[in-house]
Nanobody
């Protein structure tokens, strides 16, 4: 299986923006973004179906973040706007072979359903 490689993290001030990318080679799996802050559990952020037509967001992300995918270029994106200090975390992309839009995107938030994970990219939002 191809690796998932995240990029685009960095340091921004509150209110700023970042766009994360996940190179997923030829994957057409359901793709998700998760994050984990020090001492905290892994947290669902957003996910997108194989077609890109079904999306799911955590409440903390739905009004500020946008997930998208470019299947031709085998890349998944997370556009993050209006960043807050509480968004600070390592962000991971993940691929699921078992999830699909047929299940309903409600289940896209289940980290246990994802099979492959990237190495993570650090996002730090300063006050």
């Amino acid at each position: 299986q191809a690796q998932l490689v995240e990029s685009g993290g960095g340091l921004v001030q509150a209110g700023g923006s970042l766009r994360l990318s996940c190179a997923a080679s030829g994957s057409r799996d359901v793709m998700g973004w998760f994050r984990q802050a020090p001492g905290k559990e892994r947290e669902f952020v957003a996910a997108i179906s194989r077609s890109g037509r079904n999306l799911r967001y955590a409440d903390s992300a739905k009004d500020r973040f946008t997930i998208s995918r470019d299947n031709a270029n085998n890349t998944v994106y997370l556009q993050m706007d209006s960043l807050k200090p509480e968004d600070t975390a390592v962000y991971y992309c993940a691929a699921s072979v078992s999830l699909s839009a047929a299940t309903g995107s409600f289940y896209f938030s289940n980290s246990g359903r994802y099979d492959r994970w990237g190495q993570g990219t650090q996002v730090t939002v300063s006050s």
